[in-house]
């Protein structure tokens, strides 16, 4: 057994000996859904003070508005009615450091994990490859504020997204913990 999944196995004996949600209803309590990134640093929980069972928090790379993510989205209002949504991506992501063409020129050099310096990104070795990564848009950043408004227009621009449905536009400060408003992204976000 790895040392990981020794932890993660230990953790949750320890969280079902006091666990006490049983109760929780499956719609989120205070009706709202988040998205955000994936990215370990992040703790919606805490920045946003939610408890279990609160809102939807939905992670990806970048916290883009992908095709799942908007799906994700459209079930919580749709079966689970939640009311406002959040995007809220960060200050220092990954998702800034490469673009497309490099992601897709790193997979079909290898399928091993690459390292960064200051000169960019390198494959560490030989090994299985896939030219399959440049059909996939790696939705990478250039600008967070840039990103988070193009996110909120896809959401509320989208056929399965009714109007009346809030979008706000956030960046989290990965060294104050502050979330910061995109105010062209909260404008564009506004319910009808």
């Keep these: 057994m790895s040392k990981i999944l020794n ?3 230990l953790a949750n004996r320890d969280y079902r000996n006091n666990f006490d949600k049983a109760d929780l209803a499956m719609p989120p309590a205070r009706q709202f859904a988040i998205l955000t990134c994936m990215d370990a640093r992040l703790d919606p929980a805490k920045y946003a003070g939610l408890a279990e069972g609160d809102a939807h928090v939905i992670r990806n790379a970048g916290g883009r508005a992908s095709d799942d993510a908007i799906r994700s989205l459209v ?3 749709k079966l689970l009615g939640t ?3 959040f995007v809220i991506h960060h200050t220092d992501c990954g998702m800034e450091t490469f673009t497309n063409d490099i992601m897709s020129e790193l997979l079909d050099s290898s ?4 390292s960064v310096d200051a000169e960019g990104w390198h494959d560490c070795c030989d090994g299985p490859s896939s030219a399959e990564g440049k059909y996939i848009n790696w939705l990478t950043i250039k600008d967070q504020a840039i990103s988070v408004t193009e996110d909120v227009i896809r959401i509320k ?6 109007a009346d449905i809030p979008v706000y536009g956030y960046i989290y400060d990965v060294k104050t913990g502050n979330l910061i408003e995109v105010p062209t992204a909260t404008e564009v976000g506004k319910a009808k």
């Design 83 to 85: 009311r406002e949504w």
């Design 157 to 162: 621009s989208h056929p399965l997204v009714p």
């Design 7 to 9: 932890e993660v196995l």
């Design 111 to 114: 399928l091993k994990t690459a």
């Design 75 to 77: 079930i919580s209002y």
